[in-house]
């Protein structure tokens, strides 16, 4: 399985712990609502939070094309914050293709 589908899976099942495994050790993330994240203590607080801080998370790649050097995706972000439900249609993500997520991802 490609690490963009591992982050999928990890991030609907809301496991904290599998998201974090698809970095690597120095892995950085820029989330637009959290901010930018590194490291395993400081990705797992930002997964943590995020969680806390919403609910009915989903995440869907839409469109993966990955080759060996990299992958991108086209993807629907949605979650429900403040009784309100959010979406958001973007695209872009980088993942290196070492088989897991070095940054910056956003």
């Known amino acids: ?3 963009v589908r591992e982050f999928e899976r ?3 099942r809301q496991d904290v712990e ?3 495994a698809c970095f690597t050790p120095d892995g950085s ?3 637009t609502f ?6 395993p203590a400081g990705l797992r607080a930002m997964f943590e939070r995020m969680f806390r801080e919403g609910r009915d998370y989903r995440w869907t790649m ?3 094309v990955e080759t060996d050097a990299a992958a991108a995706s086209e993807w629907a ?3 429900t914050t403040m009784q309100r439900r959010v979406r958001l249609i ?3 993500q980088l993942w290196p293709g070492s088989g897991k997520v070095s940054g910056p991802a956003s």
Not at 34 to 39: D, L, R, T, V, Y
């Open 10 to 12: 990890a991030f609907n």
């Open 77 to 79: 972000f949605s979650y």
């Open 62 to 64: 839409e469109t993966v």
């Open 18 to 20: 599998a998201l974090v």
């Open 29 to 31: 993330y820029h989330d």
């Open 34 to 39: 959290f901010g930018g994240h590194s490291g």
């Open 90 to 92: 973007t695209g872009g």
């Open 1 to 3: 399985m490609s690490v």
